[in-house]
């Protein structure tokens, strides 16, 4: 099992930045991949980035050139450092783990963003 613990959600005015960190502890395979999904009312889950154990990221469309994924792999942590923050970017954001054909999902962190 992977347990999951997000921070650094809240309100911010459009224009303005957030970072949040998703923190794994547990039974963590060295090879794996973590992301972050976010979700608006009435929307369904959407991917935002993604990033593997090697580095690698990638990221939705609408996030390119404002976001951006890293981890830490002693840690065990991903942040998601978010720029010029947009009202349509007010979503619950989840995190994810995913390893051995196995995924975990964090609690969630709302990230609120006035225009």
């Known amino acids: 099992q992977v347990q999951l613990v997000e921070s650094g959600g809240g309100l911010v005015q459009a224009g303005g930045s957030l970072r949040l960190s998703c923190a794994a502890s547990?039974?963590?395979?060295?090879?794996?991949?973590m992301g972050w999904y976010r979700q608006a009312p009435g929307k369904q889950r959407e991917l935002v980035a993604t990033?593997?154990?090697?580095?690698?990221?990638n990221y939705v469309d609408s996030v390119k050139g404002r976001f951006t994924i890293s981890r830490d792999n002693a840690k065990n942590t991903v942040y998601l450092q978010m720029n010029s923050l947009k009202p349509e970017d007010t979503a619950v954001y989840y995190c994810?783990?995913?390893?051995?054909?196995?995924?975990?999902w964090g609690q969630g962190t709302q990230v609120t963003v006035s225009s």
């Open positions: 990033i593997t154990s090697g580095g690698r990221s």
């Open positions: 994810r783990f995913s390893a051995l054909m196995d995924n975990y």
């Open positions: 547990g039974s963590i395979f060295s090879l794996n991949v």
